[in-house]
């Protein structure tokens, strides 16, 4: 993995840790539903799935995380597949995004552009 690829799996870690607490603590105000959905609906039903997404979100950049620390401390291969694994899935994770739900497609793009950035860059 190259210093680029690198760099755009840590800005896909860094997307998914700012998302983690808006969903998992701060859904309940207005504001951070509408900038997730687009809507300041409360969904009551919906507040332990998104919990349980935040914390989801959390855990894929933490795999980013533990990729690039992995190449930085000689495991070149753990860290290239753990990288290359959880940047696929993210990049499945977006597209399902936005086929259930194409008016959410911000959000699809910001959960599936950086980590397609990461295999682009890694293939040069």
């Known amino acids: 993995m190259n210093a680029a690829s690198q760099l755009f799996a840590l800005l896909a870690a860094a997307i998914h840790v700012i998302v983690w607490p808006l969903e ?3 859904y309940g105000h207005p504001r951070v539903r509408y ?36 190449l930085h401390t000689g495991h070149a291969t753990t860290g290239r597949a753990l990288i ?8 499945a994770g977006g597209i ?17 552009v ?4 990461v295999l682009i860059a890694d293939l040069f």
Not at 41 to 46: G, L, M, Q, S, T
Not at 47 to 62: K, Q, S, T
């Open 35 to 70: 900038l997730l959905t687009g809507s300041t609906a409360d969904a009551p039903e919906v507040r332990l799935w998104r919990f349980n997404v935040g914390f989801y979100n959390l855990f894929l950049a933490l795999g980013l995380a533990a990729g690039v620390t992995a």
């Open 24 to 26: 998992s603590f701060l």
């Open 96 to 112: 399902t995004l936005f086929v259930s739900e194409p008016r959410l497609w911000r959000g699809a793009l910001g959960q599936a």
């Open 114 to 117: 950086p980590p397609a950035m």
């Open 84 to 91: 290359t694994y959880v940047s696929a899935f993210m990049i």
